[in-house]
């Protein structure tokens, strides 16, 4: 329900409702892939307060290593985002993001996104046999699967 404050006690909003369906996560944890070695003192010295998204929902980070992958074929992935591709039957939620934001000129004005992209949201609960590039695996007693994304220059 909307509501509203008209100087002397809060009511219902004059234009009705604004119901969404709307998620929050509770101490969520997030692991980065990434092939860029050198990208390294960046997460264990930050410039600023790291953050995630538009949002802005400050974030600490865990730790920092390194292991061994192997490329492969397919493999059975859960809670990542893929590129959209209509041949690919798995069950997400479609979102359009851009890949990277270029900072504006002027002080305060935000960001303007380069590429935007439509990826499909694979559910953390729902482990699906995919077969799609970009596919690796953690070469270690209990191996990991997971989809490492080729930005476009």
Not at 24 to 45: A, G, Q
């Amino acid at each position: 329900m909307k509501l509203e404050f008209d100087g002397k006690k809060v009511k219902s909003h004059a234009k009705g409702s604004d119901a969404y369906q709307r998620e929050f996560h509770v101490m969520p944890t997030l692991t980065i892939w990434l092939d860029r070695l050198d990208w390294e003192s960046y997460f264990k010295n930050p410039v600023g307060t790291p953050s995630l998204g538009r949002s802005q929902d400050i974030l600490t980070i865990g730790k920092i290593r390194q292991i061994e992958v192997q490329k492969v074929e397919s493999a059975k992935i859960s809670g990542c985002m893929i590129p959209f591709d209509p041949k690919i039957q798995v069950g997400g939620q479609l979102i359009q993001l851009a890949e990277s934001y270029q900072e504006n000129d002027e002080i305060g004005s935000g960001r303007t996104p380069i590429r935007t992209g439509v990826f499909m949201a694979l559910h953390a609960d729902n482990e699906q046999l995919l077969k799609i590039p970009h596919l690796f695996q953690t070469i270690e007693d209990e191996p990991k699967s997971f989809y490492l994304h080729k930005f476009n220059n």
